[in-house]
């Protein structure tokens, strides 16, 4: 009889912990909610410098050098993000979603735009290889993208809205 119990157990514990486990969708859904978050917060203050921009940038993350004051590599053990700034464009730019947008034939699971206080941004996520999946985010002329494994989604594209919120492109 105990065994019985502990197989069942086991059993019980197996269903419950695969109900727990976030589909792709609920994944992009909660990193699309902290994008938006992010985007609507006060900028996280800059503790970072790229070239001389000052940046937000959590634990972990490196700056490579050889950057400069428009293209930043940032890493995190094997994980590669591209930053780029175009100090030409205003907050209220559009032109990196233009951008985003000018092939018809992408296909994207979240293409998400935010506007606020003159500012706009845009969140768009497309599946390119098997639970990799591409984020672009932008704010006005500064742009970040990133090939995400599924189980990162949600936080890097919470961290993704923060730094580039905290970056001053006319800086």
């Known amino acids: 009889m105990p065994r019985k119990r502990w197989v069942g157990m086991i059993l019980f514990t197996a269903v419950?912990?695969?109900?727990?486990?976030?589909?792709?969708?609920?994944?992009?859904a909660?990193?699309?909610?902290?994008?938006r978050d992010a985007f609507?917060?006060?900028p996280m203050n800059t503790n970072e410098q790229a070239d001389d921009r000052?940046?937000?940038?959590?634990?972990?993350?490196?700056?490579?050098k050889p950057s400069d004051r428009n293209n930043v590599i940032i890493t995190k053990g094997s994980d590669s993000f591209v930053l780029f700034i175009n100090p030409n464009e205003k907050s209220d730019s559009k032109f990196f979603y233009d951008?985003?947008?000018a092939n018809p034939e992408q296909q994207w699971l979240v293409d998400e735009t935010f506007e606020q206080n003159g500012r706009f941004g845009f969140t768009t996520v497309r599946l390119i290889a098997e639970e990799r999946y591409e984020i672009v985010e932008s704010v006005g002329?500064?742009?970040?993208?990133?090939?995400?494994?599924?189980?990162?989604?949600?936080?890097n594209m919470d961290w993704m809205m923060k730094t580039i919120r905290s970056i001053d492109p006319e800086e």
């Open 54 to 64: 000052g940046l937000y940038l959590p634990g972990g993350y490196t700056i490579e």
């Open 141 to 155: 002329g500064v742009k970040m993208t990133t090939i995400s494994k599924e189980s990162n989604i949600a936080d």
């Open 99 to 101: 951008l985003q947008k």
């Open 40 to 42: 609507e917060q006060e």
């Open 16 to 28: 419950m912990l695969a109900g727990c486990m976030a589909t792709p969708e609920e994944r992009v």
């Open 30 to 35: 909660d990193g699309l909610a902290n994008a």
